[in-house]
């Protein structure tokens, strides 16, 4: 039996979740997880919140408060809103679990460091003299040196999510203070890629790729890869402890590849895990595509004795608009989870945000047209459905065979749900198909068919597909995407 470990991108405690967090990964962590059930198979997602980042910092500093008692708030909220969306998880790290994230850090630090995959050399780092003091990741902003975006900061550009040095950062400023930073002498850490060219073409040849991802590792494979700088200077994080190395901790991204490590261990100590049949499966944000498809596996490679399973498919999302314009919550452009639950409930707010995911480019949120939008509606109908007995009114088209379309439907929804070929919108369409065929004047049998599609395929709806359940007695059986349909006359 195929074992899944669906790993989307760790939260942010730096806030609450916004619906452009669960457009964007979390709603396809959730739908694979669930899929793979659906299927007999066994999944887990694992997910643990972000602690070390320097944007928890930023906001602890704003409130004035221990940036440990903000990091431990948001991190709560951020639990409340996964549990409002209806996301599940089966492993989530906290800040109590930084002393195995640490010592599996320091055991790949060791290990590339021993291989020469890590050296330390002086270079040039971004400080503000206002301040006095050291300025890396979301501490310095500026402009992007691969696009000219002004979304970037440390090491990361929102826009292009290709990999700079933070010495390169165009027009940078000081996140703090907000005055110009300036150049000075530092020596420190680097991981050095392009070394591992061969390594990595091979790697990410026999994987599954998503065609953006592919398009992205393409992109870098294109280029000598870089030295990533993988320590700082002040701020939090673990110390390097590196006598040639004062002072200094390890960069909040190098600890991705540790953190799952410890999540893998975490999960394989509460379940049959068997590596050999197990799949990795990564789902993240295009700003994050340097550190998950590069940066990840690479610090992976000093931990092979964890028996870990490198990821054998990544796919990524595009960000989200609120009305045009990205989120942000230091302005509040945001609509909250629960917000959005509040107006039409989880599940509505699930099939929407699935069918609006920006998987091949970014997409738009307004609230006018999630109130108008065919998924709400599709929601609305089912759920009255299971409620009063009602058959909700179909799409009828004689131009086409219902039988046929069944088919169709259940096929495309269990192939979007499957890790090679994830497509959150093609199987929220196939959800709106089987709303319509639910009405379809083609008999009880045809409209037994599609509940049973309904109930075990529409993972996207988990609560209404158990009320349509509930309501009309329909067993829960494994999906794979046969429609097993009976033929039966018009109605």
């Known amino acids: 039996m195929t074992q899944h470990l669906i790993v989307p991108s760790n939260p942010t405690p730096n806030g609450d979740l916004h619906i452009g967090h669960i457009a ?21 997602v694992l997910l643990g919140t972000a602690w070390q980042q320097t944007h928890v910092l930023l906001a602890a500093r704003r409130q004035g408060r221990d940036v440990l008692a903000v990091a431990s708030e948001f991190a709560a909220q951020i639990e409340e809103s996964f549990a409002a969306a209806d996301i599940g998880y089966d492993v989530m790290l906290r800040h109590e679990d930084m002393p195995s994230i640490e010592q599996m850090t320091r055991r790949a630090w060791s290990t590339l460091r021993e291989l020469g995959m890590i050296v330390v050399r002086d270079s040039v780092a971004h400080y503000c003299s206002p301040c006095r003091a050291w300025r890396f990741q979301g501490l310095v902003a500026g402009r992007c040196p691969r696009c000219g975006s002004s979304d970037a900061y440390g090491i990361d550009c929102e826009q292009c999510g290709l990999y700079h040095d933070d010495a390169e950062l165009l027009d940078a400023v000081c996140a703090v203070c907000h005055e110009p930073t300036e150049l000075r002498p530092l020596r420190r850490a680097f991981l050095e890629l392009e070394p591992q060219r061969a390594w990595f073409e091979q790697y990410l040849g026999s994987i599954t790729l998503g065609d953006p991802v592919r398009e992205y590792a393409e992109s870098v494979l294109s280029e000598a890869l870089p030295s990533v700088a993988v320590t700082v200077l002040g701020g939090p994080g673990i110390p390097a402890l590196d006598e040639e ?30 590596p050999a049949r197990t799949r990795t499966t990564m789902v993240f944000g295009v700003d994050n595509a340097f550190e998950r498809v590069f940066l990840f596996p690479a610090v992976l490679r000093g931990l092979t004795e964890t028996h870990a399973p490198f990821p054998d498919v990544m796919h990524l999302t595009y960000f989200y608009m609120l009305d045009g314009a990205k989120f942000s919550t230091s302005r509040r452009h945001i609509v909250g989870v629960a917000e959005l639950v509040g107006v039409a409930g989880a599940d509505a707010a ?3 945000l699935a069918a609006n995911r920006p998987e091949r480019s970014p997409t738009n949120f307004t609230r006018s047209a999630f109130e108008k ?62 709303t319509g065929l639910a009405g379809a004047s083609h008999g009880d049998r045809f409209r037994d068919a599609v509940l049973k599609v309904l109930v075990n395929g529409a993972v996207l709806v988990p609560d209404t597909a158990a009320r349509l359940a509930s309501a009309f007695a329909v067993p829960r059986t494994r999906f794979d995407g046969a429609a097993q349909r009976t033929s039966g006359g018009r109605g």
């Open 24 to 44: 964007g990964p979390y709603i396809g962590a959730d739908a694979l997880r669930r899929a793979a059930i659906a299927r007999g198979e066994v999944a887990a």
């Open 245 to 274: 190395l004062p002072g200094q901790t390890i960069y909040p991204a190098f600890e991705l590849a540790p953190r799952y490590v410890v999540m893998t261990a975490r999960h394989r100590a509460g379940s049959a895990y068997e």
């Open 350 to 352: 699930r099939l929407y």
């Open 373 to 434: 939008s065919a998924e709400v509606s599709a929601v609305r109908r089912l759920r009255a459905w299971a409620d009063t007995g009602e058959v909700p009114p179909g799409d009828e088209d004689s131009s086409r065979d219902p039988c046929i379309e069944l088919e169709h439907a259940a096929s495309e929804l269990a192939d979007a749900l499957r890790p090679e070929s994830l497509s959150c919108q093609n199987a929220a369409r196939a959800v709106l198909t089987l």
